[in-house]
């Protein structure tokens, strides 16, 4: 059983920001693609930010420069950091790691440990 924690969810008002963070234990996260997924009420499961092995990032398109995603393997944490929030921000948040195969803002069904999820609140 690998412990996922997720913490620094909260809330904010629009324009603000916010930083989260995600702890692997037990596993060696520089073998893995991260990633973080959000849901918001009524609504499907959706990518926000992956970071492959090379630590290369990829951003879902609404991120329009305001999150960035990184990840300390010496820790075995994934951050994001969210710029200029807004009331669309609104969701759950999910940390994601998978160690075989592509990384992927769509193929979540393949990410083999995910954080508890954590509440973001952006009030406008």
């Known amino acids: 059983q690998v412990g996922v924690v997720e913490s620094g969810g909260g809330s904010v008002q629009a324009g603000g920001s916010m930083s989260l963070s995600c702890v692997f234990a037990d596993i060696t996260t520089v073998y893995y693609c991260m990633a973080w997924f959000r849901q918001a009420p009524g609504k499907g499961r959706e990518g926000v930010a992956i970071?492959?092995?090379?630590?290369?990032?990829t951003y879902a398109d609404f991120r329009k420069g305001r999150f960035t995603i990184s990840r300390d393997n010496g820790k075995d944490t994934l951050y994001l950091r969210m710029n200029t929030l807004k009331s669309d921000d609104t969701a759950m948040y999910y940390c994601?790691?998978?160690?075989?195969?592509?990384?992927?803002?769509?193929?979540?069904?393949?990410?083999?440990?995910w954080g508890q999820g954590i509440q973001v609140t952006v009030s406008s």
């Open positions: 970071i492959d092995r090379d630590n290369s990032p």
């Open positions: 994601a790691a998978r160690r075989w195969g592509g990384c992927s803002l769509k193929d979540y069904d393949n990410y083999d440990y």
